[in-house]
């Protein structure tokens, strides 16, 4: 079981570049990183996932250092309709999943 | 990409009734399927494990003859709420994860269930 901690909270502004941090210091040799985005009275919808180094998609890139036990979301140029709260998630195929209390974002005009 | 469904999305049901949220996957085969229930501003928590044709296993707390799981086939999961009060209701979401998969999962709409 990895325990992720995340800030509870960040503002940010339209059209900026928004940067959260998951810290995963037990994460296990098989264990990918998973971030999610959860907009209220829905169920979370992936967003990104990794193992090590960088990965971006079209909509977001995640950075893990080398000793993955934290990983960084990078949303660019965020918008109003990103007001979610994200989480990360630490497992690998056949583990459990257990969400952290996540880091809500809100984009202000 | 893959689709969990979820169904009903929202149901009332007066005390002491029993309630059936299902959950499917649409597009491909779910070995193993998760349940949440999440209340407000709080994060998911989860409450148990279902793998297709064995028994569910729950987390500590939750109480297996409440919550009743049944994973009956490689693309529907059911949970069902017995004897329901007020303190069950709850945002429902339920997750799917195929075999082969990285780690990802694959989350339904969710069930807000109200209890009057």
Redesign the interface.
Known sequence: LAKTTQPVSMDSYEGQEVNITCSHNNIATN??I?W?QQFP??????II?G?KTKVTNEVASLFIPADRKSSTLSLPRVSLSDTAVY?C?V????????????TKLNVKP | ?AV?S?HPSRVICKSGTSVKIECRSLDFQAT?M?W?RQFPKQ????MA?SNEGSKATYEQGVEKDKFLINHASLTLSTLTVTSAHPEDSS?Y?C?A?T????????????S?LTVL
């Not at chain 1, 009275?41 to 992936?46: A, H, T």
């Not at chain 2, 994060?43 to 989860?46: D, K, P």
């Open positions: 264990d990918y998973t999610y009275s829905q169920g979370p919808r992936f996932q193992y989480y998630l497992a690998g195929n056949f583990n459990k999943f257990y969400f952290g209390s996540g | 990409g969990v979820q193993t998760f949440y994060s998911l928590m989860l494990t945002f979401i997750s994860q075999g082969t998969s990285t780690g990802e999962l694959f989350f339904g709409e969710g807000r």
